[in-house]
């Protein structure tokens, strides 16, 4: 199985400022023949489900705000939130979707200072 | 809109069986596959199986695949999962969603229901 480890496990940024989240897998989720990272990134706010953000590693779901963005290639990505808004208090997971069984990170609680 | 809404909770005696339904909306849903992903109280996200939209065909995540049981009925566009020999340690919030990728088994997951709570207690 492909561990997915997140760092670090909370968060606390003030508001307009960056939060950067960090996540490494056990083995590459690089996909050579199409070059796609099989990687994504959820919200969770409290009492509602996940909320898909980023796959392939970089490329933004629609309706999602361009202050989130995915980095990252082989087996260490970041996802970074700009400009930290009171709404993006959550649990955010990363995902790798290259074997099965499908795998996330444990996820990192970001909280407003 | 596209969207996937789920039965309500349920509190089960340990050994009981479940089944949770998930019923699909506002896409064909024989064009996707539909997912199960529980999270016990407090923790993180965990794969349980897939079936297909569009044969029924299933893949389980091997520590469910003898207690769970994935059907998916097209003619009322629903999903269910069926869980059996429940424990104290199954209770959880169970959650369908739809593959984004459509065809695809492995996949990231576009659209969420929006949970069944399950309890299992004596």
């Known amino acids: 199985d492909i561990v997915m480890t997140q760092s670090p496990e909370s968060l606390v940024v003030s508001l307009g400022e960056r939060a950067t989240i960090h996540c490494k897998s056990s083995?590459?989720?690089?996909?050579?023949?199409?070059?796609?990272?099989?990687l994504s990134w959820y919200q969770q706010k409290r009492g509602q489900p996940p909320r898909l953000l980023i796959y392939w590693a970089s490329t933004r779901e629609s309706g999602v705000p361009d202050r989130f963005s995915g980095s990252g290639s082989g087996t260490d990505f970041t996802l970074t939130i700009s400009n930290l808004q009171a709404e993006d208090v959550a649990v955010y997971y990363c995902?790798?979707?290259?074997?099965?069984?499908?795998?996330f990170g444990g996820g990192t609680k970001v909280e407003i200072k | 809109q596209v969207q996937l809404v789920q039965s309500g909770p349920e509190v089960k005696k340990p050994g009981a069986s479940v089944k949770v339904s998930c019923k699909a909306s506002?896409?064909?849903?024989?064009?996707?596959?539909i997912y199960w992903v529980r999270q016990a109280p407090g923790q993180g996200l965990e794969w349980m199986g897939w079936i297909s939209g569009y044969n029924g065909n299933t893949k389980y995540e091997e520590k469910f695949q003898d207690r769970v049981i994935l059907t998916r009925d097209r003619s009322t566009t629903s999903a269910y999962m069926e869980f059996g020999g429940l424990r104290s340690d199954d209770t959880a919030v169970y959650f369908c969603?739809?593959?984004?990728?459509?065809?695809?088994?492995?996949?990231?997951?576009?659209?969420w229901g929006q949970g069944t709570q399950v309890t299992v207690s004596s």
């Open positions: 506002g896409y064909n849903f024989g064009d996707y596959g």
């Open positions: 083995q590459s989720v690089l996909y050579n023949s199409n070059n796609k990272n099989y």
């Open positions: 995902q790798q979707y290259f074997n099965l069984p499908l795998t």
């Open positions: 969603a739809r593959g984004k990728n459509m065809a695809e088994l492995r996949n990231t997951f576009d659209v």
